[in-house]
């Protein structure tokens, strides 16, 4: 058992039901999770003083694509919708590879931690040249925050009607067997986990209704979160309902409506 003391904060926001703030406050950390807040408690673990500070929650992130954080100011996407955005993009990121990954989402997590953020999920639904979600599991390791990665997933290219080229996709087989893989090797479904891993299909653009039905039978079967985009903007709209007839929320419900989820 580690625990951690912050000691004597000009204010702890608790957050709590009556929305207490507590002068001169403490805040006793143990195995990484909160274990009480008041005045004058004690440790026998590492003191941390926090006079002239204020102590809130940390902020969560529940949507993110740290990859991207090499990306942000490439002059072509800069002004182009979502769509002419992400073809200026792909060719780039399918240069990526394990290093990319690694670093790009080091930069990221280090700025949300920065930013007071204290657990993020990320989605990445790309893995170029060797890249694997355990190169960001690693990243985030490292950096300290709590992460909730989901192994992501691309698999129709431009040549069966989708948008991302076809370097970019991968065979549904191999998506749903390194899906196992990634959450087998690393999931925690304990409370106050660093690493929970999630299943998700990246959009209706880019993944068969097969394969949205088939991580969401395996999310539940592996009682692990599922994630994806949907109607992200009014091309992403336009394109569903040229493609199926139908809204994105609409044709994400067809695709699950087997699975009972």
């Known amino acids: 058992m580690t625990e ?16 207490r703030e507590i002068a001169g406050g403490d805040v006793l950390i143990r195995d990484g999770v909160v274990a009480a807040m008041g005045v004058g408690l004690a440790t026998a673990g590492r003191v941390l003083d926090a006079l002239g500070c204020v102590v809130t929650p940390g902020l969560v992130n ?10 942000r100011a490439v002059p072509g996407g800069q002004d182009a919708l979502l769509f002419g955005w992400l073809k200026t993009l792909y060719p780039i990121w399918s240069r990526f590879g394990p290093e990319e990954m690694f670093v790009s989402a080091q930069a990221g997590l280090a700025e949300l931690a920065l930013s007071g953020c204290s657990m993020t999920a990320d989605h990445l639904y790309l893995f170029p040249n060797g890249s694997r979600l355990d190169d960001t599991i690693a990243a985030a390791s490292e950096v300290g925050l709590r992460f909730h990665p989901t192994r992501g997933a691309m698999s129709i290219g431009e040549s069966a009607g989708g948008l991302p080229p076809d370097s970019l996709v991968e065979r549904e087989t191999a998506i749903l067997e390194d899906s196992i893989r990634v959450v ?11 690493v929970r891993v ?18 969401a039978v395996l999310a539940r079967d592996k009682r692990v979160m599922l ?20 809204r994105p929320g609409q044709s994400c419900r067809v695709g699950l409506a087997d699975t009972d989820v």
């Open 4 to 19: 951690l003391l912050l000691r004597r904060a000009d204010r702890v926001v608790t957050m709590d039901a009556a929305r």
């Open 227 to 246: 994630h994806t985009h949907l109607a992200e903007n009014d091309e992403d709209v336009a394109w569903s309902l040229a493609r199926f007839g139908c």
């Open 198 to 215: 999630g299943l998700a299909p990246c959009s209706p653009f880019s993944v068969s209704r097969d394969l949205m039905r088939e991580a």
């Open 184 to 194: 087998d090797a690393f999931h925690d479904p304990r409370d106050g986990a660093m």
């Open 62 to 71: 529940t949507h993110h694509h740290l990859y991207q954080t090499l990306t």
